[in-house]
């Protein structure tokens, strides 16, 4: 096995932003967990820190801004880790906050940077122009991006086209009305790895599973638009509740939860197969829904 290791990144993670970097120019924007090329899986995890470079300060917000999921995906970067180390396959991770730029958003996408996210006013975004929008882009999404594609790339020059896993995680409640699923999975049009996984899953929990809920799979430009969908790679996003995985603990045991369902998942050669399929993203059509098990 081919380990990805000019892939590796030393620096370590800042969980606040109180504790970064002390300029953007020493900040670096993307963590690379190194893992055997030929895996036939890359975990991405576009929300997995609430961090920010020293010079944008909190952005105006107050401190328990930065505990929220407006900031990041709460309990993601754990699981993603244990996934990665389970399957010895390389991860990609963000290293700064969704509030500075998100990097699950296309590139022209309206909320790329929020000035408003869930009744919080986001006073260092208020009045972001056109020339700091560009610099967000070129210093943060765009490194994040690329990393990512580099990756892929290497993994496919290797032998064996990667399944892409984005994992993020969501609120249990939102704007009143409690979540009844404890794990979602977003697709767009491409059902091999969201089917595989959703029988595992399904034969695992007594709780129902999202099946492109609570969000759906399909974005113009969002991260497994740009790396799963143009590129005919199997992907899935997998959304856990964040009361569930926000300890360690319960971060370990979801990402061993979804890694039982994985594992015979991977083993399909059908995975490993480059194959284009139109997006639905943008399109005026039905949402598909994958088969039940029961």
Excluded at 126 to 154: C, M, S, T
Excluded at 158 to 177: D, E, N, Y
Excluded at 261 to 286: T, W
Aim: glycine letters at 8%; charged letters at 20%; hydrophobic letters at 45%.
């Amino acid at each position: 096995m081919t380990l990805c290791g000019d892939f590796v990144n030393l620096h370590p993670v800042t969980s606040t932003p109180d504790s970064n970097s002390d300029d953007t120019a020493a900040f670096e924007p993307v963590e690379i967990i190194p893992g055997a090329l030929d895996s036939g899986l890359i975990l991405l995890c576009d929300h997995a820190s609430n961090a920010l470079p020293r010079e944008y300060g909190s952005l105006g917000l107050p401190a328990e801004q930065f505990a929220r999921h407006i900031a990041w995906d709460i309990g993601a970067a754990a699981v993603t880790r244990a996934l990665s180390a389970r399957f010895g396959a390389p991860a990609v991770l963000s290293r700064f906050s969704r509030l500075l730029i998100d990097p699950n958003r296309g590139v022209d996408d309206p909320t790329l940077v929020m000035k408003l996210s869930d009744g919080a006013i986001v006073p260092g975004n208020i009045n972001v122009d056109g020339a700091e929008l560009d610099r967000r882009r070129e210093r943060f999404w765009r490194p994040y991006r690329e990393k990512a594609a580099d990756l892929i790339r290497a993994m496919i020059a290797a032998g064996k086209p990667p399944a892409i896993l984005s994992i993020h995680s969501f609120t249990p409640v939102w704007r009143g009305v409690a979540r009844p699923w404890e794990v979602g999975l977003l697709w767009d049009s491409d059902p091999r790895l969201a089917q595989g996984l959703l029988e595992g899953l399904e034969g695992a929990l007594t709780s129902p599973v999202g099946d492109n809920e609570p969000y759906d799979g399909a974005l113009v430009g969002d991260t497994l638009y740009d790396l799963g969908t143009a590129r005919g790679l199997a992907h899935v996003i997998v959304e856990f509740r964040q009361d569930l995985i926000d300890a360690e603990a319960g971060a370990l045991h979801w990402a061993g939860v979804v890694g039982d369902a994985l594992a015979p998942v991977l083993m399909q050669p059908d995975l490993h197969i480059i194959r284009h399929h139109p997006s639905r993203a943008g399109a005026r059509v039905a949402i598909p829904t994958l088969r039940r098990t029961s």
